[in-house]
C-alpha cells in the first residue's frame, strides 16, 4: 500500500460507520478507512485557543515591506497544515475489501455526481460573496 492511493467515494451517513474507498491505481486494489469520530471537547478547545491567538494578536504590527509575500506564506503553510491534519486525524487503518469492477464503476459515478454538486455550490457561494 506504499503507492498512492486516490478517494473515489466517501459515504456520510451520520453514523460512526462513515467511510470513504480509495483506490490503488497501479495495483488495481480497493480499500476502506473508517472516519475516526471526533472529539468534541478538542475541537472546542482549538476553537478556544484559536480565538484567544487571534485576540492576542489582534494589535500586533508585522514589519513587512511586501504583504503579498506575507499572505503567500500564510496561505502556504495553511495548505501544509491542512495536508497534514487530514492525513493524520480523518481516516482509521485502511482495510482492502474485494468488489467487483462494475461496483467500483457505480461507486465512481456517484462520487462524480457528488463532487459536481459540491464544485457548483461553492462556485455559487464564491458568486455571492
Known amino acids: 500500500m506504499g503507492n498512492k492511493l486516490i478517494p473515489f467515494y466517501t459515504e ?5 460507520q ?5 483506490l490503488d491505481h497501479k495495483s488495481n486494489r480497493v480499500y ?3 472516519h475516526q469520530r471526533s472529539n468534541n471537547l478538542i475541537y472546542i478547545l482549538m476553537f478556544v485557543l484559536v480565538l484567544a491567538v487571534l485576540r492576542a494578536i489582534q494589535y500586533f504590527q508585522l514589519p513587512v ?6 499572505l503567500i506564506v500564510g496561505f502556504l503553510i495553511s495548505i501544509f497544515i491542512g495536508i497534514y491534519s487530514y492525513k493524520k486525524f480523518t481516516y482509521e487503518a485502511f482495510q482492502e475489501i474485494f468488489i467487483t469492477q462494475n461496483t467500483i464503476d ?3 459515478q456517484r462520487g462524480k ?3 459536481k454538486t459540491e464544485l457548483w455550490v461553492v462556485i455559487i457561494i464564491g458568486f455571492f460573496q
Do not use: E, R, S, W
Not at 456520510?12 to 460512526?16: E, L, P
Not at 462513515?18 to 480509495?22: C, K, S
Open 32 to 34: 476502506k478507512a473508517y
Open 12 to 16: 456520510y451517513k451520520n453514523t460512526d
Open 106 to 108: 457505480n461507486y465512481i
Open 113 to 115: 455526481k457528488v463532487l
Open 65 to 70: 515591506g511586501n504583504p503579498i509575500l506575507l
Open 18 to 22: 462513515n467511510h470513504t474507498l480509495f
